[in-house]
């Protein structure tokens, strides 16, 4: 079932920039400014954007204005996080979605924009899981294939097996993002109900145990348990400790579902990668796990 699809971009549109989390400078934005120009989109800088408190990009507050004002604002049609690190969750609650309601539109962003994701999710509203300005010249596939869903393209991936997939056919609506955010949503308003959806999850620089901690947890609070499919996207600079876990974390994951009969696919081209390809949470898609490849259409 596809959640509400906010309209697809096109030329002269509005795109606003907002720092929901850690600090970035002007010159670390310039070069994703000069790309969203050059698809033919009129760039909006929050306010507060450069602004400085410690690691954040300013205060909690000075965050949550920039994302009401543009969420306010029905001129804006899509608005995109320059980058994640750690502050969205700080800020979620100072938020009234009333106006974005009336005039929605993309949200876009991964990693600690998650808690975006999964509230604007429980609300009933399509968003873009994708790479952020501070990542657009590290990968050019990445960056294009936002460039493609903001615009209304029809795409599909494939994706390379992996020895830990399940294989099998499936459809369904995506839902998830960061493993540590969704374990850190656990119980507030903006956790997400997986029954019958895709669950998406990727992770980086988390101790193996921390792994296996959050997919138990996700276990016994039902979210692994009728899924219908699992995709595991980067599991990027895993940490161990002196004494070793004794398990990646695909095998961590795979052994906290190998009880379950849904697909699953590893290996996903999605997060913490340089090839971080653009999907769109809360939509309708199509995942075909084989033996030689994985089909994808989202």
């Known amino acids: ?83 994640g690190g750690y502050g969205t969750i700080r800020i979620i609650d100072k ?33 873009i899981h994708a790479t ?48 540590s955010l969704l374990y850190a949503l656990s119980g507030s308003i903006s956790d997400i109900n997986t029954k019958g959806k895709i669950l998406f999850i990727e992770d980086l620089d988390e101790y193996l145990y921390h792994i296996d901690r959050m997919m138990i947890s996700l276990k016994r609070s039902g979210k692994l348990n009728d899924l219908a499919g699992l995709i595991v996207g980067g599991m990027s600079d895993m940490k161990d400790n002196t004494i070793l876990f004794g398990k990646t974390a695909e095998e961590i994951i795979f052994d906290a ?4 009969n849904y697909p699953v696919c590893f290996g996903f081209p999605c997060g913490h990668i340089d090839r971080n390809l653009a999907l769109v949470f809360g939509k309708n898609s199509q995942l075909e796990i084989k033996e030689k490849n994985v089909l994808f259409k989202n």
Not at 106 to 111: F, L
Not at 257 to 260: G, L, S
């Open 1 to 83: 079932m596809n959640l509400i699809q906010p309209s697809y971009l096109k030329k002269g549109d509005k795109i606003a920039i907002v720092a929901c989390a850690r600090k970035i400078s002007k010159d670390e934005l310039q070069p994703a400014i000069d790309i969203l120009k050059s698809w033919g989109l009129e760039v909006v800088l929050s306010k507060n954007l450069f602004n400085t408190d410690n690691q954040f990009s300013g205060t909690d507050n000075d965050r949550a204005e920039d994302l009401q004002t543009m969420l306010n604002d029905s001129s804006i049609r899509a608005i995109i996080s320059a980058r």
């Open 95 to 127: 938020l009234d979605f009333t106006k974005f309601k009336q005039n929605p539109k993309w949200i876009i962003g991964y990693s600690d924009i998650t808690v975006l994701h999964s509230h604007l999710h429980n609300l009933g509203y399509q968003t």
């Open 132 to 179: 952020m300005p501070i990542n657009f010249s590290v990968n050019k596939e990445a960056t294009e294939s936002l460039q493609k869903l903001l615009f209304g393209e029809n795409f599909s991936y494939e994706v390379k097996t992996h020895p830990l997939n399940r294989l099998g056919k499936l459809e369904g609506t995506i839902v998830g993002g960061n493993l």
């Open 257 to 260: 579902v190998k009880e379950y």
